[in-house]
């Protein structure tokens, strides 16, 4: 389980099923409430969409894969959370 949810986070529209999160862009689903909560840099939209990143999406995309290896490994020893 834990591959499968990490490669479809970081393979976006090349997963093969059939679109399972709809269509591209689904990753600013998550982006926005991490943005509002201050866990990401960046600024939304008054629609509370993500307005931009303040770097680069590459930045929030590590950020995701770290929140699910704590999900699924626990927080690192010696190593503050996400």
């Given amino acids: 389980?834990?591959?499968r949810i990490r490669r479809v986070s970081s393979n976006d529209d090349d997963f093969n099923g059939k679109r399972p999160f709809g269509n591209s862009g689904w990753k600013y689903n998550v982006y926005a409430p991490l943005?509002?909560?201050g866990l990401i840099s960046g600024s939304l939209d008054d629609d509370g969409y993500?307005?931009?990143l303040d770097?680069?999406?590459t930045a929030a995309e590590d950020?995701?894969?770290k929140l699910i290896d704590v999900v699924f490994y626990g927080a690192p020893k010696?190593?503050?959370?996400p």
């Avoid at 010696?78 to 959370?81: I, L, S």
């Fill in 1 to 3: 389980m834990f591959t």
């Fill in 35 to 37: 943005t509002k909560a």
């Fill in 50 to 52: 993500v307005e931009s």
């Fill in 55 to 57: 770097a680069k999406e």
């Fill in 63 to 65: 950020y995701v894969q």
């Fill in 78 to 81: 010696n190593e503050q959370q």
